[in-house]
């Protein structure tokens, strides 16, 4: 199983970016995805999840200006981000668990950096 995360770039404060994660077989598979960041000198933190039901939860850093989204025909999660800050600048990285194995997979990381 392979993610395939893009979508990531330099972008100025209070602009948009949208992330997708291809997942290499049907999200179907999976219980949950997530997008997860880790910023330079800090440790990976979460930032949204979805589960196979549609249920989304975000960290408080971000909530209310990040939307994480899949589609389940193209086998992708996104993670629309608006009204971007410098401190949302990160490698962001997705996430997927299996919903019968639960076995996890991590895509290789797009990076954001928000600049003026």
């Known amino acids: 199983v392979q993610l395939q995360a893009s979508g990531g770039g330099l972008v100025q404060p209070g602009g948009s970016l949208r992330l997708s994660c291809v997942a290499s077989?049907?999200?179907?598979?999976?219980?949950?995805e997530a997008w997860y960041r880790q910023a330079p000198g800090k440790q990976r933190e979460l930032v949204a999840t979805?589960?196979?039901?549609?249920?989304?939860n975000y960290a408080d850093s971000v909530q209310g200006r990040f939307t994480i989204s899949r589609d389940n025909a193209k086998n992708t999660v996104y993670l629309q981000m608006n009204s971007l800050k410098p401190e949302d600048t990160a490698v962001y990285y997705c996430y997927a668990v299996g919903i019968v194995t639960r076995e996890y997979y991590w895509g290789q990381g797009t990076k954001v950096t928000v600049s003026s």
């Open positions: 979805i589960t196979s039901s549609g249920s989304t």
């Open positions: 077989i049907s999200i179907f598979n999976f219980g949950a």
